[in-house]
Nanobody, 127 residues
């Protein structure tokens, strides 16, 4: 089992920035690909960003490319999502997710590929 706890959400004005954190416990963090997803009211959960076990490979949704940055600190068992130039459309509950790397280096964007999820942190962007 992997336990994930997100933090760092809040209310921010459009154009502002937030740094979300996700602390992991329970298993060897460095063996898990990590990702961020988000879900806005009335919408399906969508992929935001993912990072490989070593942090050397990342991938982003087009909607956040250039504004978002995912990173991880394996010594601290933590993954981060830095979001800049926030827009009202970024308002959502942001979830951290983990997938055991196994034999694959592929970074998946589908939520069903990830086995472990945090409880989410609310991000609200006011216009």
């Amino acid at each position: 089992q992997v336990q994930l706890v997100e933090s760092g959400g809040g209310l921010v004005q459009a154009g502002g920035s937030l740094r979300l954190s996700c602390a992991a416990s329970g298993r060897t963090f460095s063996l898990y690909h990590m990702a961020w997803f988000r879900q806005a009211p009335g919408k399906e959960r969508e992929f935001v960003a993912a990072i490989s076990t070593s942090g050397s490979t990342t991938t982003y949704a087009n909607s956040v490319k250039g504004r978002g940055s995912i990173s991880r600190d394996n010594a601290k068992n933590t993954v981060y999502l830095q979001m800049n130039n926030l827009k009202p459309d970024d308002t959502a509950v942001y979830y951290c997710a983990a997938r055991y790397r196994g034999a694959t280096i592929t970074l998946y964007v589908e939520d069903y590929r990830y086995s472990y999820w945090g409880q989410g942190t609310q991000v609200t962007v006011s216009s």
